[in-house]
């Protein structure tokens, strides 16, 4: 039978490991949050990839201490890093895997530095100054 003070101390025990899980989640989330979002133009196809690589690395570590459920809400805040229009454009779902995401956006927007609208405008002054 157990004792009062076994109890306490199981207890204690679990107390100690939700903390260390919502202090692993709260980490992993702040990494996630850290990302700017990719939206073809505003940030550097290979700086997003390797801060999404990063992140995705945190989360693989954490993934048996986490469980299923969390690592896949986690997973679904990185995938959503990317723009909606971004991820309907290139054909990104929420069950895509990290590295092929990547190659799917690399595929599309590698090089891609400056929005559409902002190159075709500067043509359109260009041949109506007649240059």
């Known amino acids: 039978m157990e004792t009062l003070e076994d109890v306490a101390a199981t207890a ?7 903390d260390s899980v919502k202090t692993e989640i709260t980490m992993i989330m702040e990494v996630i949050n850290g990302i700017p979002e990719f939206d073809g133009h505003s940030i550097d196809l290979q700086e997003f990839a390797f801060l999404m690589l990063a992140a995705h690395a945190q989360l693989a570590a954490a993934s048996s201490m986490l469980g299923e459920f969390r690592v896949r809400n986690l997973y679904n805040m990185l995938v959503r890093r990317v723009s909606t229009g971004v991820r309907a454009d290139v054909g990104i779902t929420f069950h895509t895997p ?3 995401m990547l190659n799917k956006l690399k ?25």
Do not use: C, I, N
């Not at 204690?12 to 939700?18: E, L």
């Not at 595929?107 to 240059?131: C, E, H, I, N, S």
């Open 12 to 18: 204690a025990k679990t107390v100690a490991s939700f």
């Open 98 to 100: 990290v590295q092929e």
């Open 107 to 131: 595929a599309r927007y590698a090089g891609a530095r400056r929005p559409v609208a902002r190159t075709a405008l500067k043509v359109f002054r260009m041949r109506r100054d007649g240059g």
